[in-house]
């Protein structure tokens, strides 16, 4: 009983096979930043401390809210209050209490973002870190890139076939390697702009940052398995 041609993984002398790897890679403009904020409060009492906190919080809020549209998401992460105790002495006795609010903004106006974080480092115990550049998922940058690994993968493959002075008869399967390779926010950032401020009270308004957006690079690996026509060896 003979199998197809079609299910032989390597093919037959009638009907070869040649395997290829196709791969793009794309640098193209961040779509969207984000930023990390932390409010912090500090008081000898806890209720002092998580009113300062608050405040300080719904200042944050209502200033990244104020941007209105370039703002697409605003989110609250983790929230604490912590006392801290005495180096000395055996009792367990309060000396402060530490309140923190971390914050995620995520904007698409560049021009935006470099004011909002100026005027974020200019309130008090207030700390930035970012911006972190990325793509959408929905970025057409991702299908442009698989497109380009699937022209380079018919390409490669008909350069091997014209080698042996045959040509490509049929596609058998494209294997999809993980073609959107875009850095994730939670990677290790480059470029991180961070910044700090501590209660200023100069009441000038601190010119805006001038951020350079850093280009993201797009990846996309497919496997492409085609037969081909008799080789002229």
Do not use: C, H, M
């Given at each position: 009983m003979t199998q197809d041609a079609s299910h032989q993984p390597y093919g037959t002398p009638e009907v070869p096979r040649v395997a290829v790897r196709g791969e793009a890679r794309l640098e193209v403009d961040p779509e969207i930043a984000r930023i990390g904020i932390t409010v912090s409060a500090r008081g000898t009492d806890r209720r002092t401390a998580l009113d300062d906190l608050t405040r300080r919080n719904n200042t944050v809020l209502d200033l990244v809210k104020s941007y209105?549209?370039?703002?697409?998401?605003?989110?609250?992460?983790?929230?604490?209050?912590?006392?801290?105790?005495?180096?000395h002495g055996r009792a367990e006795r309060i000396r402060a209490y530490h309140g923190r609010v971390h914050i995620t903004a995520e904007l698409n106006d560049f021009t935006a973002l470099g004011e909002l974080t100026t005027r974020l480092a200019d309130l008090e115990l207030t700390?930035?870190?970012?911006?972190?550049w990325a793509l959408r998922p929905t970025s057409p940058a991702h299908g442009e890139a698989r497109r380009q690994a699937v022209l380079e993968a018919?390409?490669?493959?008909?350069?091997?076939?014209?080698?042996?002075?045959?040509?490509?008869?049929?596609?058998?399967?494209?294997?999809?390697?993980?073609?959107?390779?875009?850095?994730?926010?939670?990677?290790?950032p480059a470029g991180v702009m961070r910044s700090m401020a501590y209660g200023g009270t100069d009441e000038t308004t601190a010119p805006p940052l001038d951020l350079e957006p850093q280009r993201q690079t797009v990846y996309a690996q497919v496997n492409a398995r085609f037969t081909m026509t008799p080789p002229e060896l």
């Open positions: 209105g549209d370039p703002v697409e998401k605003l989110e609250t992460g983790a929230f604490s209050i912590t006392p801290e105790l005495t180096r700390s930035i870190d970012g911006p972190w018919v390409q490669r493959a008909r350069e091997y076939a014209a080698a042996l002075g045959a040509r490509l008869a049929a596609l058998v399967e494209l294997a999809d390697l993980g073609a959107e390779n875009a850095a994730p926010f939670n990677a290790a």
